[in-house]
């Protein structure tokens, strides 16, 4: 069974048009990730929480935020997307600090129109 | 700035023969992280590295640390076609999430 779960799987979106992705997982993992993934790259994280605390990246757009309402679920809301966004976004959690092993989800395919 | 490099980054090779792919990155780790992507899909974690020497074996891949010089290697023995994929290695920022090397494309031909 999937234990970090995205949906959807792919999303088409209008430039400009907000749009909202979404990951949950059943690992009841403290720390959950937001990656994107850009053709024929490598994954850049965008941002993370460690429970409830959220960290960003330096380099992350203002245009991506994120929510997490409880430990199983974490959003990522891009507020006007541009055609530059158009990638994989990829959600990934791990326990914590330490062993530090990260798992991912499936991915949700973003398209922007 | 964690900065981690993967070559070659694109590798076509012929079925039965070996190949290693190397990680290199730039700041102290203990541990290092294989995955595989094929085409449109998310990661599949291959191998977790968790000390210097530490050498690990599935199948037809093997994986190394030397954390001292800071280089990982993957190694590919007698490939196949289903191995074609690309191949991340990974160092984590505690719990800041991972720095990926930019991958190899890896294909596999008959």
């Known amino acids: 069974d999937a234990m970090v779960i995205q949906n959807p799987r792919y999303q088409v979106t209008q430039f400009g048009k907000p749009v909202t992705l979404s990951c949950s997982q059943t690992?009841?993992?403290?720390?959950m990730y937001w990656y994107q993934q850009k053709s024929s790259q490598a994954p850049k994280l965008l941002f993370h929480?460690?429970?409830?605390?959220?960290?960003n990246e330096a380099d992350t757009p203002d245009n991506f935020q994120s929510r997490r309402p409880n430990t199983s679920f974490c959003f990522l809301d891009i507020r006007s997307p541009g055609l530059g966004d158009a990638a994989m976004y990829l959600c990934?959690?791990?326990?914590?600090?330490?062993?530090?092993?990260?798992?991912f989800g499936a991915g949700t395919r973003l398209s922007v129109l | 700035e964690l900065k981690v490099e993967q070559n070659p980054l694109f590798l076509s090779m012929q079925e039965g023969k070996n190949y290693t792919i190397y990680c290199n990155y730039s700041?102290?780790?203990?541990?290092l992280y294989w995955y595989r992507q094929d085409p449109g899909k998310s990661l599949e974690s291959l191998f977790v590295?968790?000390?210097?020497?530490a050498v690990k074996q599935e199948g037809r891949l093997m994986a190394s640390l030397d954390t001292k010089a800071r280089l990982s290697t993957l190694h590919i023995t007698a490939a196949v076609l289903d191995l074609s994929a690309t191949y991340f290695c990974?160092?984590?920022?505690?719990?800041?999430?991972?720095?990926f090397g930019k991958g190899t494309h890896l294909i596999i031909q008959p």
């Open positions: 990934a959690t791990s326990r914590g600090v330490g062993l530090n092993i990260q798992y």
């Open positions: 690992l009841n993992h403290n720390v």
């Open positions: 929480y460690y429970d409830k605390d959220f960290n």
């Open positions: 700041t102290t780790s203990d541990r």
């Open positions: 590295l968790l000390s210097n020497g």
């Open positions: 990974a160092v984590p920022r505690g719990a800041d999430g991972l720095t």
